[in-house]
């Protein structure tokens, strides 16, 4: 399984981006696909994940009504699009994978991204 993470970049506050998360190497029909970031300093917490079977998400309160997790089934893709950015936001974002339903917890994830750096200006 592979999980290639992109979209990050440089953007002043109030401002949005999509991030995108590629994935192959099996089937993701009963999967969890996530999101999760790690801001230096900082231990790595969870942002959003979707579960492929249900396309039911779940979001992190610090992140709810901004940022929204959907997926493209046909490119096995999962995105994450993020408006109104904050400062605060500011971190490398990494996507992840497990098996059936959804958890918060990174050590539940079995599969990882690369991660994508995400900085917003004030």
């Known amino acids: 399984v592979q999980l290639q993470a992109f979209g990050g970049g440089l953007v002043q506050a109030g401002g949005s981006l999509r991030l995108s998360c590629a994935a192959s190497g099996r089937t993701f029909s009963s999967y969890t696909m996530a999101w999760f970031r790690q801001a230096p300093g900082k231990e790595r917490e969870f942002v959003a994940a979707?579960?492929?079977?249900?396309?039911?998400?779940v979001y992190a309160g610090s992140v709810k009504g901004r940022f929204t997790i959907s997926r493209d089934t046909a490119k096995n893709t999962t995105y994450l699009q993020m408006n109104s950015l904050k400062p605060e936001d500011t971190a490398v974002y990494y996507c992840a994978a497990r098996p059936f339903i959804i958890h918060r917890t990174a050590i539940s994830y079995n599969y990882w991204g690369q991660g994508t750096q995400v900085t917003v200006s004030s």
């Open positions: 979707l579960s492929w079977s249900t396309n039911s998400t």
